[in-house]
């Protein structure tokens, strides 16, 4: 079983997206046949064995075994993953292009650059998984405060000109060599259920 799975098929992406069929991968994490995972999410064993069939047609569910008991045959079923993710390619020509937007503190372009991401990554580990090989990633994820939105704008502005210097100083346009992207984000996290309800950033704002 993969830990992440990224849909790109809308059908697929369509499949999983049933709130049954949702319940339903998820108890399947841990292998289970049909009247345990109707145990497990408190629904008739008739309904899950439908829903059963739509994932396991569309790949998001696996045989394990087969198991006689008494004149019937139980089949015990995996989900093919512990976690799921819907590509922007789902969508094909209605994802967001990265390219539409050319300002750093935009938080349309900061979307549409998560969405490339799930999206290229997905591609390039299923190629990874496909030939068995490891595939080579590189991430930071950490939170700070800042006083006031100065400081923000100081820290986005000494960031982008550290990771421009180092881009700089190690890309090598030469022939064979491997192309890499890299991608650093900043935005708020939220409190609970709260709606962040900050003005957009702006450079006007930042130096207020």
């Given at each position: 079983?993969?830990?992440i799975?990224?849909?790109?098929?809308?059908?697929?992406?369509?499949?999983?997206l049933?709130?049954?069929?949702?319940?339903?991968?998820?108890?399947?994490?841990?292998?289970?046949?049909a009247?345990?995972v109707?145990?497990?999410?408190?629904?008739p064993?008739?309904?899950?064995?439908?829903?059963?069939?739509?994932?396991?047609?569309?790949?998001?569910?696996?045989?394990?075994?087969?198991?006689?008991?008494?004149?019937?045959?139980?089949?015990?079923?995996q989900?093919?993953?512990?976690?799921?993710?819907?590509?922007?390619?789902?969508l094909?020509?209605?994802?967001?292009?990265?390219?539409?937007?050319?300002?750093?503190?935009?938080?349309?372009w900061?979307?549409?650059?998560?969405?490339?991401?799930?999206?290229?990554?997905?591609?390039?580990?299923?190629?990874?998984?496909a030939?068995?090989?490891?595939?080579?990633?590189f991430?930071?994820?950490?939170?700070?405060?800042?006083?006031?939105?100065?400081?923000?704008?100081?820290?986005?502005?000494?960031?982008?000109?550290?990771?421009?210097?180092?881009?700089?100083?190690?890309?090598d346009d030469v022939?064979?060599?491997?192309?890499?992207r890299?991608?650093?984000?900043?935005?708020?996290?939220?409190?609970?259920?709260?709606?962040i309800?900050?003005?957009?950033?702006?450079?006007?704002?930042?130096?207020?």
């Open positions: 079983m993969k830990d799975e990224v849909i790109e098929d809308p059908r697929v992406a369509e499949v999983s049933d709130p049954m069929r949702s319940q339903i991968l998820e108890a399947l994490v841990e292998p289970a046949s009247s345990m109707a145990g497990r999410i408190g629904a064993r008739q309904k899950v064995n439908y829903h059963l069939k739509a994932l396991e047609a569309a790949g998001l569910v696996q045989l394990i075994e087969e198991r006689r008991k008494g004149n019937m045959t139980e089949k015990v079923m989900s093919s993953a512990a976690s799921y993710l819907i590509s922007p390619q789902a094909a020509s209605m994802a967001p292009k990265p390219e539409k937007y050319s300002d750093r503190f935009s938080a349309f900061l979307l549409a650059l998560a969405g490339r991401l799930v999206a290229e990554v997905g591609k390039l580990l299923a190629g990874a998984v030939a068995r090989k490891p595939l080579a990633t991430a930071i994820d950490a939170e700070l405060d800042f006083a006031n939105a100065r400081d923000r704008a100081a820290f986005a502005a000494e960031l982008s000109a550290v990771v421009d210097g180092l881009v700089k100083k190690y890309h022939p064979g060599a491997r192309r890499h890299l991608v650093v984000a900043l935005h708020p996290t939220l409190k609970d259920t709260t709606v309800t900050e003005p957009h950033d702006s450079k006007e704002q930042d130096h207020e």
